[in-house]
């Protein structure tokens, strides 16, 4: 078996920690699976078993490595790590995307493809500088939600416009914005729904493009946090174009 050690965003693997998302993945990428790491402190947990069983049934190796699984994870309470290999997405240009822009913590991002599967947005758009999606801790975060989805990045706002511009976007912002629920009774599929940064928000270039929206909230906190923006957001559209 390879050694296997600290997560690397350089690296042509990445790992899904825990096993929930270990069973997404193999419900929904078993193709990109190299094999499976487990603690035999973990083996009297049902759940262990259950993927243990899974992985064998789709004749992926089971490699009992205690000493990684503690190292990938950082926790000793971590029984199973599964090693995959990262994989390209492309994004359906008819359907409705999210569209992260510069996004810099992995809760937040893991959060927000957890969210965004919920409710029923499975094309993804991540704009660098930001967190490495494939980074163990959104995959942990999103609960496997992430291997779900088509997700891809781009080096900026403009390479996303040229693969998937024909469509109406909506901008969440401070400024030039309408409030969330003033908005149309419903929203022009294919739209996206595009969410900036934790600390600065979407740049000023952004100010003037598409439709701006704003979430109503008293004068008792200065903003939401981008999770939370994000599923209320996403939640508000699915509930447009339900009705």
């Not at 976007?169 to 629920?181: I, V, W």
């Not at 003037?208 to 008792?220: E, L, M, P, S």
């Amino acid at each position: 078996m390879p050694k296997y050690g600290a997560y690397d965003k350089n690296d042509a693997h990445t790992y899904a920690v825990g096993v929930f998302p270990s069973m997404e993945l193999l419900a929904a990428r078993p193709e990109s699976v190299r094999c499976l790491l487990v603690s035999p402190a973990g083996y009297p947990n049902a759940g262990v078993q259950k993927l243990m069983d899974a992985c064998r049934a789709l004749h992926v190796p089971v490699e009992e490595a205690p000493r990684a699984v503690e190292r990938i994870s950082g926790k000793q309470n971590a029984w199973t790590v599964t090693v995959l290999n990262k994989y390209d997405c492309a994004l359906d240009p008819a359907a409705n995307h999210v569209v992260l822009h510069n996004p810099s913590d992995v809760g937040n991002v893991g959060t927000i493809l957890r969210s965004a599967l919920g409710f029923g947005f499975e094309n993804v758009a991540v704009i660098r500088p930001s967190v490495d999606p494939f980074d163990p801790r959104v995959l942990r975060a999103s609960m496997g939600a992430a291997f779900h989805l088509q997700l891809k990045q781009y080096d900026c706002f403009e390479d996303y416009l040229k693969d998937c511009g024909q469509r109406e976007f909506y901008l969440f912002r401070l400024r030039n914005a309408q409030k969330l629920q003033d908005q149309g009774t419903t929203a022009r599929t294919p739209f996206s729904l595009v969410f900036g940064n934790e600390a600065s928000g979407l740049p000023k270039e952004l100010e003037d493009f598409g439709q701006g929206v704003i979430i109503a909230h008293n004068q008792r906190i200065d903003s939401l946090n981008l999770a939370v923006a994000a599923g209320i957001g996403l939640n508000a559209f699915a509930e447009k174009n339900r009705k």
